[in-house]
């Protein structure tokens, strides 16, 4: 059967602006870096990506490296925007990203002109679309020119591949220069996309929300469950067959140190007295800032994405609950 939008797609869904510009993005974002290559199951993303827009999400975070395999996440959802979505693309945003190894050989990786035109030229291709609607350098190159990496996202979006371009993972010191390079281009910065959890507040010790806000830049965090820290998947120990339990990923055993699991079982008390879960209460807490504009998701399956989506029902936090948390978090 084709797929038809819900009709009240938009009725419980915020939208926040994003930094001054005209552009709005829903407050939950769905990010597709896992759960969405080619070692996944079709019907599950396809699925999860119904009731994402369903549900009045209309962001869509990829990047050319996405999978695995690399370049499999866009490839994939690329075919089911057309096949479901294509009525639709006026009503999604969708971007990309590039900064991380793609390719081998010395234009495969990190910032030059040469590799953020090809691999945004890949993505568009994999996508079959005609333009992203944000596109991002993914980190800083600490040799590449800032100039040229910034004048790359100008050309893109002159060139009608991108109507808007961000930065990710870059801190307040280089993030200041880069937005202003992008300024006097003429081709403002619209969005930072740095790591933001409840056990990773740099943007706030280091004031890259205050450089942001001061900027008219919008902000929306990865990582807010700090792959999975912050839900109630540790409560009890470590899985098997969780990310900690691996030998190599983001997450390792040994970051769930016996302090750091006395946390998250504090944290979900407190939850608890919320009426949320650990991870609603996570995402919660990043949306509770003016100065994010929305908040970036994963999900391995439409229930633990409506799950996610509860944090919606509750981004208000006492100055009681402020405080218990900063305690527990120390």
């Not at 010395?106 to 691999?119: I, T």
């Not at 450089?211 to 899985?239: D, R, W």
């Not at 800032?289 to 391995?300: F, K, M, N, Q, Y």
Request: proline share 5%.
């Amino acid at each position: 059967m084709p797929y038809t939008a819900s009709s009240t797609r938009y009725q419980n869904m915020e939208y926040r602006r994003c930094g001054k510009s005209g552009l709005k993005l829903s407050a939950v974002s769905l990010g597709l870096w896992h759960n969405f290559g080619d070692v996944d199951v079709p019907d599950n993303f396809r699925s999860t990506l119904k009731l994402a827009f369903d549900s009045g999400i209309t962001h869509f975070d990829l990047a050319n490296n996405y999978g695995p395999p690399p370049g499999s996440a866009e490839e994939n959802f690329g075919r089911i925007l057309h096949e479901d979505f294509k009525s639709y693309r006026d009503e999604l945003i969708i971007s990309s990203k590039a900064g991380y190894t793609m390719w081998d050989g010395p234009y495969g990786d990190w910032g030059s002109k040469k590799y953020l035109v090809s691999s945004l030229d890949q993505s568009l291709k994999r996508m079959k679309i005609d333009y992203v609607d944000i596109f991002y350098h993914h980190r800083p190159d600490p040799e590449t020119p800032l100039e040229e990496t910034m004048g790359a996202l100008d050309l893109i979006v002159r060139q009608g591949k991108a109507l808007y371009v961000g930065i990710s993972n870059y801190h307040p010191e280089e993030a200041a220069k880069a937005i202003q390079i992008l300024k006097d281009l003429g081709t403002p910065c619209l969005i930072h996309q740095p790591k933001y959890s409840m056990f990773e507040r740099w943007v706030e010790t280091e004031g890259l929300l205050d450089l942001l806000e001061q900027e008219g830049v919008g902000c929306i965090p990865f990582s807010p469950l700090a792959q999975g820290m912050l839900t109630n998947k540790y409560l009890h120990g470590i899985p098997e067959d969780s990310r900690a339990a691996r030998t190599t990923g983001a997450l390792q055993e040994d970051h769930l140190t016996p302090e750091k699991l006395d946390q998250i079982k504090k944290l979900n008390q407190l939850a608890g007295q919320r009426n949320q879960s650990l991870a609603q209460m996570a995402l919660s807490w990043i949306l509770k800032d003016e100065r994010v504009t929305s908040v970036l998701i994963g999900a391995s399956k439409p229930a633990q994405l409506a799950d996610s989506l509860k944090c919606l029902d509750n981004t208000v936090f006492s100055e009681e609950e402020l405080k218990a948390i900063n305690d527990i978090l120390g």
